[in-house]
């Protein structure tokens, strides 16, 4: 199963094209403004213009504007390609991958710049909840 994931939550617009767990290709640029404008030529870079069973697109935390813009593209594309979108939250990710890399189980917290002075912050416990 192809899944297309979309990252405009941060000062980068990041796309990337899985099938199953193997990484088909990905697209990645740090351009703090402009998400609305290289979103859909960065999606449409990558292989079969990322057509995708699937879509997991980032709701945050992040920039209330470039969460807005990721949102609407995925949506837009589910719609036309007839396929489930789900938004994924990066702090929980960020903490599994962290776990991930760990010999043992052990409590994660994430924090996270947020601009204009905010910070974002998650406990997470040794089993991955919040």
Request: hydrophobic letters at 50%; glycine letters at 12%.
């Amino acid at each position: 199963m192809r899944t297309l994931v979309i990252d405009t939550a941060t000062r980068a617009c990041s796309v990337a094209l899985f099938d199953g767990n193997d990484l088909v290709s990905a697209q990645h640029e740090v351009i703090g403004r402009g998400h609305a404008e290289r979103l859909l030529p960065l999606i449409a870079a990558l292989p079969d213009s990322g057509k995708a069973d699937q879509i997991f697109v980032n709701v945050g935390p992040g920039s209330f504007t470039g969460i807005r813009v990721g949102v609407a593209a995925a949506k837009a594309l589910g719609l036309a390609w007839h396929i489930d979108v789900q938004g994924y939250g990066c702090l929980p990710l960020i903490a599994a991958m962290a776990r991930a890399q760990m010999a043992e189980p052990l409590a994660v917290d994430v924090i996270m710049t947020g601009g204009h002075g905010e910070y974002f912050f998650e406990a997470f416990a040794a089993d991955g909840q919040s």
